[in-house]
Nanobody, 116 residues
Framework: QVQLVQSGGDLVQAGGSLRLSCTASGSISSIKFMAWYRQPPEKQREWVASIGTSGNTIYADSVKGRFTISGDRAKNTWYLQMNSLKPEDTAVYYC??????????WGQGTQVTVSS
């Protein structure tokens, strides 16, 4: 099993930046890839970005060019750097680890609010 603890959510003005962190513990070697998701108010959870063990990354079109997913395996921590934030980026953000067993582990979620 893998446990994920998130940090970094905040209230920020449009155009600002935030960095979210997600620190893993437990069976780290079982992680196949990490992802960030978000759930805007009164909407369904949506995928934001993913990073594989080789460092390859993919992004949702809505955040491409503004968000960057990265990882520091030495610290067992993954990040989501969010730049040029927009009010529509307001959401609860979750990190997720896909394990070799096929199970997904989830962080507790962190609120990001972007004011106009």
């Amino acid at each position: 099993q893998v446990q994920l603890v998130q940090s970094g959510g905040d209230l920020v003005q449009a155009g600002g930046s935030l960095r979210l962190s997600c620190t893993a513990s437990g069976s780290i070697s079982s992680i196949k890839f990490m992802a960030w998701y978000r759930q805007p108010p009164e909407k369904q959870r949506e995928w934001v970005a993913s990073i594989g063990t080789s460092g390859n990354t993919i992004y949702a079109d809505s955040v491409k060019g503004r968000f960057t997913i990265s990882g520091d395996r030495a610290k067992n921590t993954w990040y989501l750097q969010m730049n040029s934030l927009k009010p529509e980026d307001t959401a609860v953000y979750y990190c997720s680890a896909r394990l070799s067993s096929g199970i997904d582990s989830w962080g507790q979620g962190t609120q990001v609010t972007v004011s106009s």
